[in-house]
Structure formats: structure tokens, C-alpha cells
T-cell receptor
Framework: DAKTTQPPSMDCAEGRAANLPCNHS???????VYWYRQIHSQGPQYIIH???NNETNEMASLIITEDRKSSTLILPHATLRDTAVYYC????????????FGKGTKLSVIP | GAVVSQHPSRVICKSGTSVKIECRSLDFQATTMFWYRQFPKQSLMLMATSNEGSKATYEQGVEKDKFLINHASLTLSTLTVTSAHPEDSSFYICSAGGQSGYGYTFGSGTRLTVV
């Protein structure tokens, strides 16, 4: 799996958009970008994934650059419950492929 | 959506005893499940890949005789920590799923404390 680079921590004001960057410059053509988050002492939660097009779901938006070397996860209106560690992972299409977790970004949403 | 149930959520055991952790896929069949371990303030580290009906594949440095994995059905994988020591105290998490390319679902984790 390609490696990813994320800032160790970020702060965001409650109600504002949280933009979490991720660099994955060695991503292969058949690898997807997955985002998960882990709230303290819980299992990781799937957020969103994409290959090359931008994606949006009820939780977040994923913006992938045209060269696919970086991406940004956007939480449009952050709440206190969004405080968590966010992991950006590149992997082949889910199924039997393991996910390798990096250190992630600790997002703190501030009242 | 896919649901993975992990049990127990917390367990305290004495050194030298064995502990079994269960991971169940509730609404789908999982031929492959993954077991992770997470120490405080660290990221998840993959321990092993559990394959239904065959032997598990362990990551380098993980003792297969200490961490026994059984995946006897398409909905259940178990991790048994044998002869537990205090250094085995950790947060153990399983995952499964990935149907149709969607993300894996993770269990809620098991906090193991060996005293």
C-alpha cells in the first residue's frame, strides 16, 4: 500500500468547515483513497472513499486532485462529536485487501 | 449497512490465563476478517488476516502460537490470547466487510488488561 502523510493535529471551530489534507504522492492507478475516523476508545468508522472523482455523502466530501497525489476531506459543519483521529488510507478496492493505518490527524472541534 | 459485533468490550484477566475475543458479522458473510491491535496513543497495527476455512496469515513479529485465530464460519472469527502477560494489555479491534468496494466495518474493540 502507498503511504500517506497527514498533519498530526488540527483545530476547527464548531459550525465551521473542517478541511483535512492528505498527501499520497506514490498512489497507484488502482488504489483508492479511504477516510476513516476513530473516536476515543472506539473502533474506526468509515467515512468516505474515492478513486479519482470528487465524492460526497451524508458525512463528508472528498476532493482528490487531478494528479491524485493528494486529497482533502471536508466536514462541512463540524460539531463537537466530530472530534476524533482521522485516517487517510490508500488501498486497492476493499474486499480482501488489508488497510494500513498511519498516524492520522487529531481533529479537535472547539466550541 | 454492514454491522460487526465484537465481544467482550472489556476484559481483565490474570497473567498466564487465556482470553478469547469474538468478532461477528451480523448481516453479511465475511470470508476475510482482520485483527488489529492498538496501544495507547498509537495507531492501529494489523496483527493477522483471518480466512474462513483456512489458516490465518500473521504479520511479521506477531506470534501465531500466542495469538490463536479461528475463522470457522462465514460470520465468526475468534482471537485467543494465550498465556497472557501484562505487555499484551491493549485495545484489540476486528474488521470485516468491504462488499462492493465500500469501506470495511470495524468492531467496537476489546480493551484487554492483564494483571
Amino acid at each position: 500500500d502507498a503511504k500517506t502523510t497527514q498533519p498530526p493535529s488540527m483545530d476547527c471551530a464548531e459550525g465551521r468547515a473542517a478541511n483535512l489534507p492528505c498527501n499520497h504522492s506514490t498512489i497507484s492507478g488502482n488504489e483508492y483513497v479511504y477516510w476513516y475516523r476513530q473516536i476515543h476508545s472506539q473502533g474506526p468508522q468509515y467515512i468516505i472513499h474515492g478513486l479519482k472523482n470528487n465524492e460526497t455523502n451524508e458525512m463528508a466530501s472528498l476532493i482528490i486532485t487531478e494528479d491524485r497525489k493528494s486529497s482533502t476531506l471536508i466536514l462541512p459543519h463540524a460539531t463537537l462529536r466530530d472530534t476524533a483521529v482521522y485516517y487517510c488510507i490508500v488501498s486497492q478496492r476493499a474486499g480482501s485487501y488489508q488497510l494500513t493505518f498511519g498516524k492520522g490527524t487529531k481533529l479537535s472541534v472547539i466550541p | 449497512g454492514a454491522v460487526v459485533s465484537q465481544h467482550p468490550s472489556r476484559v481483565i484477566c490474570k497473567s498466564g490465563t487465556s482470553v478469547k475475543i469474538e468478532c461477528r458479522s451480523l448481516d453479511f458473510q465475511a470470508t476475510t476478517m482482520f485483527w488489529y491491535r492498538q496501544f495507547p496513543k498509537q495507531s492501529l497495527m494489523l496483527m493477522a488476516t483471518s480466512n474462513e476455512g483456512s489458516k490465518a496469515t500473521y504479520e511479521q513479529g506477531v506470534e501465531k502460537d500466542k495469538f490463536l485465530i479461528n475463522h470457522a464460519s462465514l460470520t465468526l472469527s475468534t482471537l485467543t490470547v494465550t498465556s497472557a502477560h501484562p505487555e499484551d494489555s491493549s485495545f484489540y479491534i476486528c474488521s470485516a466487510g468491504g462488499q462492493s468496494g465500500y469501506g470495511y466495518t470495524f468492531g467496537s474493540g476489546t480493551r484487554l488488561t492483564v494483571v
